[in-house]
Nanobody, 131 residues
C-alpha cells in the first residue's frame, strides 16, 4: 500500500518558520511528482507547491519567495520550508502524489483535499500562524 507520512506542523508567530516533511512508501514509481496542498476552514483545497524531476517547482502566488520545496529522491521525501509565515498561511497541510497514470498534481483539487481521488494523500498536519 502507498503511504505518505507527514511531520513538522505546529504553531508559530507571524514571521516565523516551519519545515514540513513527507515520506512516501510503497509507490510504484521511483521519482513521483510530489507536493503540498492546504485547506483552511471554509476554503477550497489549494495546491501550495509541487516538484517533479522533469519540471520547475510550482508555487502558488501567495507563497512565492517565502516557501521552498525540495525533494530527496533517495529517501522518497519531500520538504516544504516555510519562512516569513503569515496568519493567512494557517491551514491543514497535506502531502500528495498523483495516482498513476496521472503524472502531476493539479491545482483544482476541489472542495475537500482528501476527497480528490486522483491523488494519494498524507494524513494532514496543522500549521497555525498567530499575529
Amino acid at each position: 500500500d502507498v503511504q505518505l507520512v507527514e511531520s513538522g506542523g505546529g504553531s508559530v508567530q507571524a514571521g516565523g518558520s516551519l519545515r514540513l516533511s513527507c515520506t512516501v512508501s510503497g509507490f510504484p514509481n521511483d521519482e513521483p511528482a510530489m507536493g503540498w496542498y492546504r485547506q483552511a476552514p471554509g476554503t477550497e483545497c489549494e495546491l501550495v507547491s509541487s516538484v517533479s524531476s522533469d519540471s520547475r517547482p510550482y508555487y502558488t502566488t501567495s507563497v512565492e519567495g517565502r516557501f521552498t520545496i525540495s525533494q530527496d529522491n533517495a529517501k522518497n521525501t519531500v520538504y516544504l520550508q516555510m519562512n516569513s509565515l503569515k496568519p493567512d498561511d494557517t491551514a491543514v497541510y497535506y502531502c500528495a502524489v498523483p495516482k498513476p497514470p496521472f503524472l502531476s498534481l493539479v491545482a483544482g483539487a476541489g472542495a475537500f483535499c482528501t476527497a480528490y481521488e486522483h491523488n494519494y494523500w498524507g494524513q494532514g498536519t496543522q500549521v497555525t500562524v498567530s499575529s
